[in-house]
């Protein structure tokens, strides 16, 4: 068993920058596993922001958030990040984590283990 708990959400002016942590609180190592984030906004279905691979060689980016955000991971800490620069207010969603026993899969149903999300708002 994985347990992820996502932390780093808050308010934010459009055009700004967050950076999101998730942690693997107790449980096995997170380092084994393929981490993505992802994101929910109201009323709409979750929504693919990204991977990394376990190594934290390869990512990946949905096209909406390409070039504006980045993932890494520090398996050390167990931990993997995402850094949010240039913030629009289509951004506003609930963001998670999860892990995937998958080589590589923008697919939310292959992710086996997520987080329980932190709110991002962006204001304009």
């Known amino acids: 068993q994985v347990q992820l708990v996502e932390s780093g959400g808050g308010l934010v002016q459009a055009g700004g920058s967050l950076r999101l942590s998730c942690a693997a609180s107790s449980g096995r190592t997170v380092r084994l596993y393929l981490m993505g984030w992802f994101r929910q906004a109201p009323g709409k279905e979750r929504e693919y922001v990204g991977y990394?691979?376990?190594?934290?060689?390869?990512?990946n980016y949905a096209d909406n958030v390409k070039g504006r955000f980045t993932i890494s991971r520090d398996n050390a800490k167990n931990t993997v990040y995402l850094q949010m620069n240039s913030l629009k207010p289509e951004d506003t969603a609930v963001y998670y984590c999860?892990?995937?026993?998958?080589?590589?899969?923008?697919?939310?149903?292959?992710?086996?283990?997520w987080g329980q999300g932190t709110q991002v708002t962006v204001s304009s």
């Open positions: 990394v691979s376990p190594s934290g060689v390869s990512t």
């Open positions: 999860a892990a995937s026993d998958y080589s590589f899969t923008i697919d939310s149903g292959r992710y086996k283990y």
